[in-house]
């Protein structure tokens, strides 16, 4: 299988794919352990701290880069020192392998 962050997300507008659990648990278990579940099971999120402001906007500047090469985009709730990401494919409302796909790709800018 192809390392997810090498890949590059499919047009999720029109024919997306939502993933089963068994697709959804094997995706968890390719990117790092901190993205979790959310309880609904259409989305998954990460919690990302930082010990000051300025890192914090570099941080999410990427992700922004990120969601723009990839035409897809999370949800973020920004602080100070903080950073939550959640991804979910809203035109279908369910996750997909796009989502896994950002995850891992900024999996690599923290890790």
Known sequence: MTDLADRKCKNCEKDAIALNQNEIKSFLNSVNAEWQLVENGKSIKRAFKFPVYSRTIAFV???????????????????????EVSYS??????????????????DLLVN
């Open 61 to 83: 500047n990427a992700v922004a880069w990120i969601a723009t090469e990839e035409a897809h985009h999370p949800e973020m709730t920004i602080g100070y020192n903080y950073c």
């Open 89 to 106: 494919t809203h035109s279908i409302n369910a996750l997909t392998e796009n989502d896994f796909i950002c995850a891992a790709k900024i």
